[in-house]
């Protein structure tokens, strides 16, 4: 069966610091793949995606994320955190065939300290 | 703002009763889906509608029902409401290009 594991539940990092989330996925076959951000009493925001191509994809909010195929892993890094980039962050997948049916992780909860 | 517009955006009922939940997709998007979000599923999908055609279906529930309408707003109907259904239901829109704009959710407490 398709899943996404996203391995931390919390994670704290100093405001300037760097930042990686992690996600691992397992699929049959390459999937789509997501990252998305939800703020507290907000929605999802899409970060980034990758369909195919170069396995470096960069999004909004200067975040980026890297697909391993061997690793079957979607990295979500970000260089410099700031403090509004606290939030709840969600991997997600998607089948090539229905791209947007997304199973998504279970989250990874962000704290930002000053 | 993501463009895709829910009402209301918090909802309290009691047990055994129905709810409608509204969603008007992004402009142009013709796919409306329907999430679940709960602390212990997590975010599920339920159903999805393509242009007033139900397009797949997920883990909703047989009491949940939705519809999409030829002005492509959707409404997911929930009813014989239980303490389980308290979550935060999310619709989404889609477009050319890939991924899902979601809406801000509604969130439904059943008491």
């Known amino acids: 069966a398709q899943s996404v594991t996203q391995p931390d539940i919390h994670i704290t990092v100093s405001e300037g610091a760097s930042l990686e989330l992690r996600c691992n996925y397992s699929y049959g076959a390459t999937p789509y793949l997501f990252w998305y951000v939800q703020s507290p009493g907000q929605g999802l925001q899409l970060l980034l995606k990758?369909?195919?191509?170069?396995?470096l994809v960069q999004g909004i909010k200067g975040f980026e994320a890297e697909f391993k195929r061997s690793q079957s892993s979607f990295n979500l890094r970000k260089p410099s955190v700031h403090w509004s980039d606290a939030a709840e962050y969600f991997c997600a997948v998607a089948s090539r065939g229905g791209y947007n049916k997304l199973i998504f992780g279970a989250g990874t909860r962000l704290a930002v300290h000053p | 703002d993501s463009g895709v517009t829910q009402t209301p955006k918090h909802l309290i009922t009691a047990t055994g009763q129905r709810v409608t939940l509204r969603c008007s997709p992004r402009s142009g998007d013709l796919s409306v889906y329907w999430y679940q979000q709960s602390l212990d599923q997590g975010l599920q999908f339920l159903i999805q509608?393509?242009?007033?055609?139900?397009?797949a279906k997920g883990n909703i529930l047989e009491r949940f029902s939705a519809q999409q309408f030829p002005d492509l707003h959707s409404e997911l109907n929930l009813s014989s409401l239980e303490l389980g259904d308290s979550a935060l239901y999310f619709c989404a829109s889609s477009g050319q290009g890939g991924g899902l704009f979601f809406g801000e959710g509604s969130r439904l407490t059943v008491l």
């Open positions: 509608y393509y242009n007033g055609e139900e397009r």
């Open positions: 990758y369909f195919s191509g170069d396995t």
